[in-house]
């Protein structure tokens, strides 16, 4: 038996067809179908909906967050952003030109503390860009409420969370932009990949002139690029000015490819099972390991809320008679794949450690960080490998318990 990864990737008879298409009419560069699968996901999230896809989900981060210097933000503004999230997100807000402002987590939650989220705000303060971690929504009543409050715009980070829903509200479209990943871990995939949402058409226009450098183009469809047709807006900033070669703003070179749109044309078909598999996934290995409930706190599932699990996070508690080098150590002999539950980024990552945060500051996201750690849940494991998770794990607590 092959090794229980984390996050599982397969290639479906559909999705080879369009890349051997692609490859067949040498068009691998941004074209239809990477336009077909931003309609594909734009209609998933509502009738409304724009969806721009870019390079990676690090990218939908950023440039969301960049589109704000539209909207009257200015370099150097804040930008409030959960202390625990992967890496990611903490750099998108670095990127794009902003400070991120950190909250510590919810220690029942793991999402950002949305009691904690009003001291942060200055006002310099810009945007809340709340995370779905591991596919549990965001408290956002209360975020979108404090936004509101403050004027301030909410980006949410779904990449760990496509199709995850909070209030019935499909998440990503919560605030004024949802970017996601489909880097190959994640719940749907294009091997790299990411995509911001909106119903904002103007930002939607936005956001495709950033992935192209920040040029002055912003439609949805190039003209010029279908066939020699007249653009009548080609010229529109003087006689010798080409708006294609004309750069409005700072923009990143943040383009899907051909390539990579096949492959989530085809996902986005299975998107609903997929969720479902890791849904059922979740709350079996819940159910299994409940009897270790003393020692572990787990991903649960609150009545407002349709999670959409990326993972399954195990948090140890802090008198269990092991630690999480201990088991993750034994799983990982057994041919179960761990990674770490990212911790505090401001005083765990010694990348932020110039923002001058001390450790202690985020004690919430910093006990995730120390003791937090999670496997796979991905709908390509099969019962027989939950059960050996559940058998693992079991046996490795009774070992300790001796
Ligand atoms: C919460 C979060 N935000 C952003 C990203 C960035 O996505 P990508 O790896 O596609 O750049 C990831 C994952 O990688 C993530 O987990």
């Known amino acids: 038996m092959g090794k229980i990864g984390v996050g599982t990737v397969s290639v479906g008879p559909e999705a080879k067809r369009l890349i051997n298409e692609a490859l067949d009419k040498n068009r691998i560069s941004q074209g239809r179908l990477v336009r077909r699968f931003e309609r594909l996901f734009a209609a998933y999230h509502g009738p409304t909906t724009h969806a721009v896809a870019v390079g990676t989900g690090t990218a939908a981060d950023t440039l969301a967050l960049a589109a704000l210097y539209d909207r009257g933000a200015q370099r150097g503004d804040e930008v409030v952003v959960p202390a625990l999230t992967f890496i990611a997100t903490v750099n998108a807000v670095v990127h794009a030109g902003f400070v991120p402002r950190f909250v510590d987590a919810d220690p029942l939650t793991w999402q950002i503390d949305p009691a904690q989220v009003a001291a942060v705000i200055t006002g310099r303060t810009r945007a809340i860009l709340p995370v779905h971690l591991f596919g549990k ?11 509101a409050q403050h004027d301030l715009a909410v980006v949410e980070d779904a990449a760990e969370a496509h199709g995850a829903r909070y209030r019935g509200r499909i998440v990503g479209t919560l605030g004024l932009m949802g970017a996601f990943s489909f880097y190959s871990a994640h719940i749907i995939t294009t091997g790299e990949g990411g995509a911001v949402i909106t119903t904002d058409e103007d930002l939607a226009g936005i956001l495709r002139s950033l992935r192209a450098h920040g040029r002055a183009c912003k439609c949805e469809v190039c003209r010029l690029n279908v066939s020699s047709a007249y653009c009548p807006l080609r010229f529109q900033y003087g006689d010798d000015v080409d708006t294609r070669f004309f750069f409005e703003r700072l923009g990143y070179s943040e383009k899907m490819n051909e390539l990579e749109a096949a492959l989530g044309i085809e996902q986005m078909a299975r998107l609903d099972d997929i969720v479902e598999a890791r849904r059922a996934n979740l709350f079996y290995l819940n159910e299994q390991l409940a009897e270790w409930a003393e020692f572990f706190q787990f991903l649960t599932e609150a009545p407002h809320e ?11 508690r802090p008198d269990a008679p092991f630690t999480k080098r201990q088991i993750t150590q034994y799983l990982e002999h057994h041919d179960i794949d761990t990674r770490p539950m990212f911790g505090s980024i401001p005083t765990q990552q010694p990348a932020y450690a110039f923002m001058g945060h001390r450790l202690g500051d985020f004690p919430h996201a910093e006990a995730v960080g120390d003791r937090g750690f999670y496997v796979g849940v991905h709908q390509d494991l099969t019962r027989a490998d939950l059960d050996t998770i559940v058998e693992r794990i079991s046996e490795f607590i009774r070992q300790s318990l001796r």
Do not use: G, K, Q, T
């Not at 349709?306 to 140890?316: A, H, Q």
């Open 137 to 147: 929504p965001a408290p956002m009543d209360e975020l979108v409420a404090l936004a």
């Open 306 to 316: 349709r999670l959409s699990p990326l993972v399954y996070p195990l948090v140890i």
